[in-house]
Every structure is written in C-alpha cells, then in structure tokens.
C-alpha cells in the first residue's frame, strides 16, 4: 500500500542519514556542544518527557539567538545592539546539508518515541501537524 511505501522511504532515509551521525561518534569527531545536545534529547526520550526532549531538540536545530537565521533589523529603526550583527557572520548548523539531515533524522526517531513509548500526555508534543 502507499502508507506502506512511505513507512519504508522514510526508514530507509533515516538509516541512510543516521550513518554520517554514527561515523562522527566512532571517530570522536563530533562536535561537542552538538554531542551535548544530542545526549540531552536522549536523556529526555529515556525518561519519556517528551516536551523536554523537543525543546533539546529545538534547540540543537534553531539555537536560542534572537535571529538565527541572520535577520538583523526587523523596523525602521535598527537597534544598536544588533548593528553588530551581519547576515554573513552568522554560521548556522543546518547550512551543512550532512549535519542538517542528521538532526532531521534525530527528529523522526524522537517523533517515533513519543507516538510508540508516550504514557503521559501532558509529557508529549502534539504530532497531529507534524508528519516526519
């Protein structure tokens, strides 16, 4: 069937994009703060808090900066603090694409979590919009 179809699409895609992920480890040449994040979302996925896990998670994706994706003036008036900021100065993790399908894939494992290991709801991130 086509459900069936896109099931196996998408764990084939997820197996393919864990192997770069799974290469990094072995080699020890992960980043550590993204190792720390990683491990962070595991944790959270361990002790089934999920909501916990998708803020990790979110913030291993977007970060925490003000404008991660180099927006640097939002008006008429620019405000002094970000005058320092430059849309060419801003490295962003998801501008690799090797590194980007890794954290998607670590999203679909941890949406793969919650719908499979969830017992507490008001734990859980609401999946009905998100289809990974």
Same mark, same amino acid.
């Given at each position: 069937?086509?459900?069936r179809k896109i099931k %196996?699409?998408?764990y084939l895609q997820t197996h393919k994009d864990l192997k770069p992920l799974e290469k990094k480890l072995k080699q +020890?040449? *992960?980043e550590s703060? /993204? *190792?720390d994040k990683i491990y962070n979302i595991v944790s959270c996925c361990q002790e089934k808090n999920f +909501?916990?896990?998708h803020d990790a998670y979110m913030l291993l994706a977007i970060g925490n900066a003000a404008w991660p994706m180099g927006v640097t003036m939002v008006? /008429?008036?620019e405000r002094a603090?970000?005058?320092k900021i430059y849309a060419s100065e801003v490295a962003h993790i998801l501008n690799d694409e090797t590194t980007r399908k890794y954290i998607q894939m670590i999203k679909r494992l941890l949406s793969?979590? %919650?719908r499979k290991y969830c017992t507490n709801p008001s734990e859980a991130v609401n999946l009905s919009t998100i289809h990974i």
């Open positions: 069937t086509v459900k %196996q699409a998408t +020890k040449t *992960l703060d /993204i *190792l +909501k916990a896990a008006g /008429i008036h603090g970000r005058s793969f979590c %919650q």
